[in-house]
């Protein structure tokens, strides 16, 4: 069976952390494992993580980054689940999860949104649609595959030990999540599953500063992962993968085989080729 882990990177959330230990501890496929990095908090954030039975590593280097990798480099999984502790699951979260990756065995990494909790209506319904659906399409546009949710996201360890190099850990005020998602190259397939869903708190709306310094860092991040290879290129390298990928799948679709007597052999059928299947690039 596949062992899936769960890495959840926690600093001074203990509370939060708490009810999203709760929300893992009542799904429908327990995780094999659950990690949570402690990166160096001063309440009882790793109390809280051993009492629900969680393994805690210490990483000191503060940071999201830094700490989302070294919970990567110590997960046990074949998948590897990602939660922020302010993450609340939804029961049939590693489940589906679970089958995202069984249905497709090229599957690199699948996401899913968040839900907001914890603010006025208003407020919520604007950071779905602003905050979490600007940034899929956006960035979607730019990576040419969907953008990873570190509130909500899954990988293949095989698919971490690939990029586990070139991810910037060490560059503190970056989204650890963007940033991974930049190191996927032609081959590695991201799918974004909507009904993979986590409720998230609405905490970054409650001040300028702190919304602020969240797009501030979608600059940091794409400064950070241009240095090396423009992203226009990283883009087009991607989505030419992807239109092959597409013209191969419709190329087997329209390709029957016939048995005769003696004989086995392929027969392409016409397809109308005034109508282009591909995706858009």
């Known amino acids: 069976m596949t062992v899936i882990s769960v890495v959840i990177p926690s600093l001074n959330d203990a509370g939060m952390l708490a009810r999203c230990l709760d929300a893992l501890a009542h799904q429908t496929r327990k995780a094999d494992e659950i990690v949570v990095v402690d990166n160096g908090s ?3 954030t790793a109390e809280v993580a051993r009492a629900a ?6 990483e000191p280097k503060r940071g999201i980054p830094a700490a989302t990798a070294a919970g990567f480099d110590a997960a046990i999984g ?10 609340v699951p939804a029961v049939d979260w590693i489940e589906r999860i679970a089958e995202d990756f069984a ?32 940034m899929f399409w956006s960035m979607g546009i730019l990576l040419g595959h969907p953008p990873l949710f570190g509130s ?18 060490d560059i503190r005020r970056i989204h650890d999540d963007l940033d991974l998602s930049f190191q996927f190259v032609p081959g590695m397939r991201v799918e974004r599953d909507n009904g993979l869903r986590v409720g998230i708190s609405a905490r970054p709306f409650r001040s300028i500063a702190g919304l602020g310094r969240r797009v501030y860092w979608v600059s940091t991040t794409l400064a950070a992962n241009s240095k090396d290879r423009s992203l226009l290129r990283r883009r087009n390298e991607y989505r030419a993968w992807v239109r092959h990928e597409a013209r191969s799948a ?10 005769g007597e003696d004989a086995v052999f392929d027969s392409d059928f016409p397809v109308d080729l005034g109508t282009d299947l591909s995706p858009e690039g």
């Open 250 to 259: 419709r190329s087997s679709r329209n390709t029957t085989t016939f048995v």
């Open 42 to 44: 001063t309440d009882n």
């Open 103 to 134: 249905h497709d065995p090229e599957l690199a990494a699948v996401t899913g949104p968040g839900q907001f909790y914890g603010a006025s209506k208003a407020v919520l319904r604007a950071g779905e649609v602003l905050y979490i659906g600007g």
């Open 78 to 87: 074949d998948i590897i689940g990602r939660l922020d502790a302010d993450s």
């Open 152 to 169: 909500n996201l899954a990988i293949r360890s095989t698919t971490w030990d690939r990029i586990r190099d070139t991810a910037h850990r």
């Open 53 to 58: 039975g969680a393994r805690v590593i210490t």
